[in-house]
């Protein structure tokens, strides 16, 4: 089997749509499926290395360094020679210039197209046009998926919170629910120590860590308030930022004008295959608020990293945050936050406890799982009298 993926965000660019594309891209080819990307070109050394992935000119997204966007003109280039080798889907990953153009693709060559819901476009819009009432910003969010999803053979969701959003909607395309999983490297252990000394982070003081994009819609203006809540109760504690974003330097502002600059660190992006699993180790807690979350993939790389979390349960995250799973879910309030993460702090044995589920906990989320799920999906969409063929002798 032979699958185009299309997206318009991908490495170097980090974040958790890369992250899953790649993912599952490397456990599908180990299934023996064959995926070919189309991705933007970032203009970075060693981009075009890769012959699965064809990369297409792109130009700056104003206001957003890390972000770009494909012409129009050079992805149908890109994509008029592939219409000649046989696929036997298109799968979208991303809604812009990536959607349109796996639809096109899937149109003349006559093969289903299925795409995943990576974003909550919902509560991203009105960060990123602060004019647009937000009343009016959802209702134009829920329209643009709506027309979107009418178009799929299928639609993949990150989470089941995220399904029943879409059916709340009115999509009516099949949705199945295929969390992005952890592969086997993520569950190798880091060397916090190593990651301290590297960073100049004592190693004798309980330290907070945020892993993730540093945008203003992971909430992380909260985690600050906490923070400042949490140097109340312990005024040793420290905490990591690791990431980049648009929000960096309001944070980096805020954090002097709430007086805890002195002990904060913003570790910027990290290398993934060893010094990111270093970063998870080397902390004491990992805290999470963000709002935005399909799934939340960063939980469960903390969790695979025996480190006990505290985080709000909003949308995807909730589908992780279940009981037993390692993790305290708080309120989105932050004085009870921190008093949350300060029991943790001032109790090993309840930490060692929670270290123990995480670990656990994580092992159910392995990536060949998933990408098997994937494949499945893959095989009844190329298939679909087969497939009802299979349910119906299943009901009897």
């Not at 993926?5 to 080819?29: A, C, E, H, K, Q």
């Not at 709506?146 to 395309?173: D, N």
Request: proline share 6%; glycine share 6%.
């Amino acid at each position: 089997m032979r699958i185009l993926f299309l997206t318009d965000v991908y490495f170097p660019r980090v974040n958790g749509v890369s992250t899953s594309i790649n993912t599952f891209r490397t456990d599908l080819g180990a299934a023996g499926i064959e995926t070919v990307l189309v991705a933007p070109a970032y203009g970075t050394p060693g981009e075009g290395d890769d012959p699965s992935v064809i990369r297409v000119a792109a130009g700056r997204v104003p206001r957003d360094p890390e972000d770009r966007r494909m012409r129009w003109g050079a992805l149908c280039a890109a994509l008029a020679p592939l219409e000649s080798q046989r696929f036997d889907l298109v799968h979208i990953q991303t809604p812009f210039l990536a959607h349109y153009a796996g639809l096109r693709h899937a149109r003349r060559t006559g093969v289903p197209v299925l795409a995943t819901y990576h974003t909550f476009f919902e509560e991203y819009l009105h960060h990123y046009v602060p004019m647009l009432p937000r009343s009016l910003g959802r209702s134009l969010a829920r329209r643009f998926t709506l027309s979107q999803c009418a178009a799929l053979s299928a639609i993949v969701a990150p989470s089941e919170p995220m399904r029943e959003l879409l059916k709340a909607y009115g999509v009516r395309a099949r949705i199945e629910v295929i969390p992005t999983g952890l592969p086997a490297d993520r569950y190798v252990r880091g060397d916090g120590a190593r990651f301290r000394r590297q960073f100049a982070i004592p190693l004798d003081r309980p330290l907070l860590l945020y892993v993730g994009r540093v945008a203003h819609e992971k909430n992380i203006e909260f985690l600050l308030h906490s923070f400042v809540a949490l140097r109340r109760l312990r005024p040793d504690a420290l905490f990591a930022i690791a990431g980049e974003g648009p929000a960096r330097e309001h944070l980096q502002t805020l954090a002097r004008q709430l007086g805890v600059a002195q002990a904060l660190y913003f570790i910027g992006y990290l290398e993934r295959e060893h010094t990111l699993a270093d970063c998870y180790a080397a902390a004491d807690v990992f805290v999470f608020a963000s709002r935005t979350e399909t799934q939340g993939l960063v939980l469960l790389e903390a969790l695979a990293q025996g480190r006990p979390v505290v985080s709000t349960a909003v949308l995807g995250t909730t589908s992780i945050l279940q009981p037993g799973c390692g993790a305290r879910v708080a309120p989105e309030k932050a004085d009870a936050f921190a008093l949350t993460v300060a029991d943790i702090l001032d109790d090993p044995q309840r930490a060692s406890r929670l270290s123990a589920q995480a670990l656990e906990y994580a092992q159910g989320w392995a990536s060949a799982l998933m990408s098997w799920r994937l494949a499945k999906l893959y095989r009844e969409l190329k298939h679909p009298s087969a497939a009802t063929a299979t349910v119906a002798a299943a009901h009897g």
